[in-house]
């Protein structure tokens, strides 16, 4: 299947994009006031119930189509040199799936995009450092205050002295209330003098 095929020249100009990169006090920052610290937060493109972003992020997250996250990837690459914030981020880390999950879906929807971002970038992909030590359900459907709970501690990561001063850039599919990032960020927060930042490729609008 051809890029053009999944992503059509007119759709590409139809896309919601955030620029949030070029914003440091961003709607996806503003999610993790007070939250955790980190560096850096945004999102690439704006998730609206029945949009174009809804459509792709569902073909790529159950239909297969990891090629999608390859495209997203390469094109915010590219805004992504122009401020040089590759310079500022050490190594690149998807938001794990735990292993039940991923035998049930195949792939983690989130690898492509990581990837692509990385080999443009040219900074390392890293997916053994940050694991999901606990299974659980599809957050979509569970209301905040579900999702709080049940997201605490599934989260963990294995301790090395060569993690240690690392900027971490994680990277997910959708922003919603931030509660699994943040559960990410904490976990990689206990590898001594860890920075984190955030990269995702659509934020939903609150």
Known sequence: MSNEVVLCTNCRH???????HLDSDNQAVKKFYGKIEIEHASAFLYFNKKGIVQELIHNLKYKGHEEIGTILGNWHAEDLKELKLEKAFDVIIPVPLHPRKFKERGYNQVTTFGKALAESLKIPFDDSILYRKKY???????NLLGRTENIENIFDVHLTAENEN???LIVDDVL???????????ALLKIPGAKISIICMAMANS
């Open 136 to 142: 659980s359900k599809t957050q979509s459907k569970k």
């Open 166 to 168: 690392k900027h971490f």
């Open 14 to 20: 139809e896309m919601p994009l955030t620029q949030y």
């Open 176 to 186: 919603t209330t931030g509660a699994t990032l943040e559960a990410c960020s904490r």
